[in-house]
């Protein structure tokens, strides 16, 4: 880790540095705040609602307690779109509730943000209670541009409920999702031991032990089917299944398990998803797109449908048909412009760019694309705008420095810091690194490289370099881990195509 990013991850976590922060007693300071906090709350709490028998609530509607432990059932077992339709509705059993509120912002920006819900939930913060306001301040935290303020809170959350499964399993989630994936497994592993059976750590475990530093696919699976006997009437366990099935190579696997789950919801998008993703990897090109013919229908909003078909315009590069799948993704890109949908405008036209015929146009359209992401955009919350940014801006950079354009490759090194240092975000962070790695690479400097290129390890196109790298340096061992690691990372991506096909016609 360079000397930038460990600054960075020391100030922005310091309290999680510790091993037993998860077991510590609350803190004087959260406890005085919540004793001020109580001692103004103008709405006293009725003691018989606790948000899964722990969360003092403001509400005194037992309809939106449970509604709201409904939705997060739902969101902790990935079914997000019931979860926020649940949270709705404890919404409307209590309309004052901040909590009800913050959960539909919390479980809509996995499908389609909702703006008016977050800030609704930020104008009725003042009315929960102070442990409700900390739960719900962090579910809308992580949505904003700067990000310090949900590290902060993620912190006292920890602090007050340090055997809270669900607590645990949300912020461990969310670190997950920050590209930490070491610490998202010991707080998933400490929820897994308050509750054997809990569910979600089941699921997020078995992606955690596939896609670590350390693969361990047979723990993973083993995980992922313990998932499936706790939950063998959801969908997802053998969703799940299918996808890390297919992480691992194991496509017969995955096409069994993505059926089964089809078995059991027939319209269960994800998985009729996944059946054209792996057949496509599988070289299964006719099949694959009959695949995503059937999930296309199933689609209820313009993004899943458009995400379907941006899958299914990927196939025309898998076949070596490279003109092709250029103009499907350009004419899909002009179809998301007229349905406003930004982040499928995002995928498409990053995808575009990556797979463009030349390193020329490449850049020409990752600036266009970095001057569609300068300002807000309706639909796309702002936590996700600074990764999207970040992610065009580490592809230009690494572009212009692997064609030796010294010059554009330090101006986007310069706009990944800025982004950094304001956004505090880890997933930007690694973006700036592994950005400045490639640099480095041009340089000359094979250990400065190295060091970059290793903080983005969820990247295909970072671990492939890597690897070459540490094979220069002389240091086999770590060469081979690297590519274990990113045999694991195989899916049916514009990046994971690129890795595969350096000679695939593209600059890149």
């Known amino acids: 880790m360079t000397r930038f990013a460990a600054r960075f991850f020391l100030f922005i976590f310091p309290s999680l540095f510790a091993s037993s922060a998860w077991a510590q007693a609350p803190s004087t300071h959260v406890e005085n705040a919540a004793s ?6 103008p709405h006293a709490v009725n003691v018989n609602q606790l948000l899964f028998g722990a969360i003092p609530l403001s509400t005194r509607s037992e309809q939106a307690r449970h509604l709201l432990e409904l939705a997060v059932d739902n969101y902790e077992n990935a079914i997000y779109r019931d979860s926020a339709v649940l949270a709705r509705r404890a919404a409307e059993a209590d ?9 539909v912002s919390f479980a809509s920006r996995r499908i389609i943000p909702d703006a008016a819900a977050l800030a609704k939930a930020k104008s009725l913060l003042p009315r929960a209670t102070p442990d409700e306001q ?13 990000l310090l303020p949900a590290i902060s809170t993620m912190n006292d959350l920890l602090k007050r409920f340090p055997r809270d499964k669900h607590v645990l399993y949300m912020t461990a989630e969310w670190l997950y999702l920050q590209q930490d994936d070491d610490r998202a497994r010991s707080m998933m592993e400490a929820a897994l031991q308050i509750d054997p059976a809990f569910p979600a750590a089941l699921n997020r475990l078995g992606y955690i032990y596939a896609g670590s530093g350390r693969p361990d696919p047979v723990k993973a699976i083993a995980s992922l089917k313990r998932y499936a006997e706790v939950e063998p009437s959801s969908p997802n366990p053998q969703d799940s299944l299918g996808e890390v099935s297919r ?50 229908p199933l689609a209820d909003n313009p993004f899943d449908e458009l995400d379907a078909k941006y899958q299914q315009a990927l196939i025309f590069f898998w076949e070596g048909h490279l003109a092709e799948g250029r103009k499907a993704l350009d004419d899909l890109a002009e179809e998301a412009a007229r349905k406003k949908e930004p ?3 995002f995928e498409i036209a990053l995808a575009g760019a990556m797979l463009a015929g030349d390193f020329h146009e490449e850049l020409t359209r990752l600036s266009a694309l970095s001057a569609f992401l300068e300002k807000p955009l309706a639909g796309m919350i702002e936590s996700d705008r600074n990764i999207n940014r970040a992610t065009t801006l580490r592809e230009r950079a690494r572009i212009a420095a692997l064609n030796g354009l010294v010059n554009d490759a330090i101006a986007a090194l310069s706009q990944l810091e800025g982004l950094a240092d304001s956004s505090r975000d ?21 250990a400065g490289a190295a060091d970059g290129l290793g903080a983005d390890p969820h990247s295909p196109l970072a671990l492939q370099q890597l690897a070459l790298i540490q094979e220069k340096l002389g240091d086999t061992s770590a060469a081979q881990l690297t590519r274990t690691r990113l045999k694991y990372q195989r899916a049916p991506t514009a990046e994971w195509f690129l890795m595969a096909h350096q000679n695939a016609g593209t600059s890149h």
């Open 95 to 103: 309309p004052q509730s901040a909590l009800a509120q913050a959960m």
């Open 134 to 146: 900390l739960l719900a301040r962090w579910m809308t935290s992580i949505q904003d541009r700067d």
């Open 36 to 41: 001020r906090a109580g001692a103004s709350n």
């Open 247 to 296: 992480m691992t190579g194991d496509d017969l696997a995955s096409l069994e398990h993505y059926s089964a789950a089809l078995k059991i919801d027939p319209k269960y998008l994800p998985s009729q998803e996944g059946l054209g993703g792996t057949r496509m990897l599988m070289g299964d090109f006719s099949n694959a797109r009959k695949e995503y013919d059937r999930a296309i």
């Open 343 to 345: 982040n499928a405008q």
């Open 426 to 446: 880890l997933v930007v962070v690694n973006a700036y690194e592994s950005a400045r790695g490639y640099f480095l690479l041009r340089q000359g400097d094979f």
